[in-house]
């Protein structure tokens, strides 16, 4: 009896996979892909590719929901699982890097793992129980303590305490102004503070005329809330405070804009008799 190899040679695959710096796996295959950015897409292959698009949302919903998924809590550009064991066992850390994470502090986010052993987001898992999480973070936002909040895990303990070293770092630099100190003394730990991210954020938005009243890290990007002429505006923005959403209307150029700059055309709406809210079209809250 002869044996047609041809038909298996020949065999070719639909598949949705995630494509990080031009690499993406599909079914224990390798593949070197030419896309201009990372995301999900869809790829047909046989013997090679021939055929690579964006895959729609749909698209990825359905390959997601055929994943073993998990859950856990964004900070920055990391996840810090619902539960550390269950990682610490399988070689993690009690916090690792998730692809694709863009969800807003304080939220809990649903991740898979694809054949590349990277995590990806899935975005919100609307099924998840936020009391405490919630509690927490209604704690952070008035500066208390949760030890009196029932049921707080190691986890959310975690979360809440990597939150508040982020924060902390700008309030310290606050109370120096209340110390009797030299002035030598005070403008040397001043500028080791300009050094830091927060401090470089602080100083951008004072010498454009606003004053920052809060920031938290968005997955790669960060969230930035400031004021000026009484009226708060929360923008996002990416680590060189180049604007990716500013937070109020600007006709579609929001990514023209630097924090800076973002600032003084809000300040120029003002001078001129701009409307909306205090001069400003507010877009998010």
């Not at 994470?101 to 609307?126: A, H, M, R």
Request: charged share 30%.
């Amino acid at each position: 009896m002869v044996i047609d190899l041809s038909r298996f040679a020949n065999k070719e695959y639909d598949d949705v996979i995630p494509v990080i710096n031009g690499i993406g796996w599909s079914n224990s295959r390798k593949f070197s892909l030419p896309v201009e950015e990372d995301g999900w897409y869809k790829i047909h292959y046989g013997d090679n590719v021939a055929s690579i698009r964006k895959a729609t949302p749909l698209e990825i919903l359905k390959k997601q929901e055929g994943m073993k998924s998990y859950i856990g809590y964004p900070v920055g550009e990391e996840i810090i699982p619902l539960n550390f064991d269950n990682f610490c066992k399988k070689g993690y850390g009690e916090s690792f890097r998730v692809f694709f994470l863009n969800e807003p502090p304080w939220d809990i986010v649903k991740f898979v793992q694809g054949e590349d052993k990277n995590f990806y987001s899935c975005g919100s898992e609307v099924k998840a129980n936020r009391t405490i999480i919630n509690q927490v973070k209604e704690a952070f936002e008035k500066n208390l303590l949760i030890n009196g909040i029932k049921g707080v895990t190691p986890e959310i303990r975690y979360v809440f305490l990597l939150h508040r070293m982020q924060r902390d770092a700008f309030l310290a630099a606050k109370e120096l102004e209340t110390l009797h100190l030299k002035e030598e003394e005070r403008q040397k730990r001043i500028e080791e503070f300009r050094a830091t991210f927060p401090g470089r954020l602080e100083k951008t938005i004072e010498d454009a005329g606003g004053t920052l009243v809060r920031f938290s890290k968005k997955g790669s990007n960060y969230t930035v809330v400031w004021k000026i002429n009484g009226q708060r505006v929360n923008s996002t923005i990416k680590d060189d405070f180049g604007i990716m959403e500013l937070g109020f209307c600007a006709s579609g150029e929001d990514k023209r804009h630097t924090l800076s700059s973002a600032i003084k055309l809000a300040q120029d709406y003002y001078e001129h008799g701009g409307s909306g809210i205090g001069g400003l079209y507010i877009t998010r809250e």
